[in-house]
T-cell receptor, first 117, second 114 residues
């Protein structure tokens, strides 16, 4: 199957700093990528949809200015957590649809464990 | 609107016994159903999917799932559980184009006891 690479896998940062998480589709082009946040023992919460060449679409309740998403190319989407606070500590996962067909499974990055201290 | 329900937060099963992880869905139109597994601090790995055809779908690692339209269910099964199957399992549905996100259930933690 298709490969989605997410980096870094783990990051610790100080409160007030910004952290960038990269998500790359290695062997296919992804015009769309999804960013999820996963709280402990909880399901995945869709944060936003990034679209190559246009602005990201954010889900209700997700702060656009805090979670900056850029889809710089057909193989790269980035999520930047700005002015991070301890409550932003979480597991972030990116996903690419694979193809435009409805029956295609989505492909996921390895996830990034963010800890803000 | 699409939704997925996984009624069990936790399923415990003895090694070698059959396992079932339950999933029900709600969607207008034809459902496209998926199961994923997540190991600690990892992304999601695809297990299997139902698109059309046979109601019994076979996937990775010996898992299978049965699509039941009348009960709107898509339960995950395995005839003989392994300790290494212990993980978090997610059921998901998509009803529209492939560029729309999957809608996930809350997840079920499977614990296989030796």
């Amino acid at each position: 199957g298709a490969v989605v690479s997410q980096h870094p896998s783990r990051v610790i940062c100080k409160s007030g700093t910004s952290v960038k998480i990269e998500c790359r589709s290695l062997d296919f082009q992804a015009t769309t990528m999804f960013w999820y946040r996963q709280f402990p023992k909880k399901s995945l919460m869709l944060m936003a949809t990034s679209n190559e060449g246009s602005k990201a679409t954010y889900e209700q309740g997700v702060e656009k200015d805090k979670f900056l998403i850029n889809h710089a190319s057909l193989t790269l989407s980035t999520l930047t957590v700005t002015s991070a606070h301890p409550e932003d500590s979480s597991f972030y996962i990116c996903s690419a649809p694979g193809t435009g067909r409805v029956g295609t499974e989505a492909f996921f990055g390895q996830g990034t464990r963010l800890t803000v201290v | 609107a699409q939704s997925v329900a996984q009624p069990e937060d936790q399923v415990n099963v003895a090694e070698g016994n059959p396992l079932t992880v339950k999933c029900t869905y709600s969607v207008s139109g034809n459902p496209y159903l998926f199961w994923y597994v997540q190991y600690p601090n990892r992304g999601l790995q695809f297990l299997l999917k139902y698109i059309t055809g046979d109601n019994l779908v076979k996937g990775s690692y010996g898992f299978e799932a049965e699509f039941n339209k009348s009960q709107t269910s898509f339960h995950l099964k395995k005839p003989s559980a392994l300790v290494s199957d212990s993980a978090l399992y997610f059921c998901a549905v998509r009803a529209f184009s492939g560029n729309t996100p999957l809608v996930f259930g809350k997840g079920t933690r499977l614990s296989v006891i030796a």
